[in-house]
Nanobody, 124 residues
Framework: QVQLVESGGGLVQAGGSLRLSCVAS????????MAWFRQAPGKDREFVAT????????SYAASVKGRFTISRDNDKNTVYLQMNLLKPEDTAVYYC?????????????????WGQGTQVTVSS
């Protein structure tokens, strides 16, 4: 099974940037589709971005498109989320997730593997 560990969260001012990392225990990260979700206090878990296991195509939530970029480095078993032009509404715990499926999916229940989350706080 795959274990995921997120890092890179922190406190930033509005308009600033952060780069999140998710390191997988597996040496075959290329066989997994990867995604980022986030959850703010009192709210449901929300899709942020995903990158497929095969073509590497990406998909983003409308709220982050143009500001966030998901990428992966299979040699380092790592997926990244570059976050620019951060807004206070981006404040949440960000979770990394993995699926063995080749399909593009934005549903949390399609991802059997999850990290512990990393806190991102954006001040106004």
């Amino acid at each position: 099974q795959v274990q995921l560990v997120e890092s890179g969260g922190g406190l930033v001012q509005a308009g600033g940037s952060l780069r999140l990392s998710c390191v997988a225990s597996s040496s075959t990260l290329s066989t997994y589709g990867m995604a980022w979700f986030r959850q703010a206090p009192g709210k449901d878990r929300e899709f942020v971005a995903t990158i497929t296991r095969n073509s590497g195509s990406t998909s983003y939530a409308a709220s982050v498109k143009g500001r966030f970029t998901i990428s992966r480095d299979n040699d380092k078993n790592t997926v990244y989320l570059q976050m620019n032009l951060l807004k206070p509404e981006d404040t949440a715990v960000y979770y990394c997730a993995a699926t063995a499926s080749w399909i593009i999916t934005t549903k949390p229940y399609d991802y059997p593997y999850w990290g512990q989350g990393t806190q991102v706080t954006v001040s106004s």
